[in-house]
């Protein structure tokens, strides 16, 4: 049987407000790139939007990445994930 750890006291409060800003921007890029597979007419004023949610994205997991990678106490749940 694999232990669970109790992430609420493993992780941070910063890790979680980065992980929770960084899944609602991945899911409003999920939403309009929905929304344009399904459309015949994409306006300019739409692929904007996707570029600057696609930067959004990549922001936030940026930032989230670099939080594992300096925050020692995500530092050492990763190392035991891992």
Same mark, same amino acid.
Not at 29 to 49: G, H, N, P, Y
């Given at each position: 049987?694999?232990?669970?750890?109790?992430?609420?006291?493993?992780?941070?409060? &910063?890790?979680?407000?980065?992980?929770? &800003?960084?899944?609602? /921007?991945?899911?409003?890029?999920?939403?309009?790139? /929905? &929304?344009?597979?399904?459309?015949?007419?994409?306006?300019?004023?739409?692929?904007?939007?996707?570029?600057?949610?696609?930067?959004?994205? /990549? *922001? +936030?997991? /940026?930032?989230?990445?670099?939080?594992?990678?300096?925050?020692? *106490?995500?530092?050492?749940?990763?190392? *035991?994930? +891992?």
């Amino acid at each position: 049987m694999t232990r669970r750890l109790p992430t609420a006291r493993v992780v941070c409060g &910063e890790f979680q407000k980065l992980f929770q &800003e960084s899944t609602v /921007a991945k899911e409003a890029l999920r939403k309009l790139r /929905a &929304e344009i597979c399904w459309a015949q007419l994409v306006s300019k004023e739409t692929v904007d939007e996707l570029l600057r949610l696609q930067a959004k994205y /990549a *922001r +936030a997991h /940026a930032v989230l990445c670099n939080h594992v990678h300096t925050c020692f *106490r995500c530092r050492r749940l990763a190392s *035991r994930i +891992a």
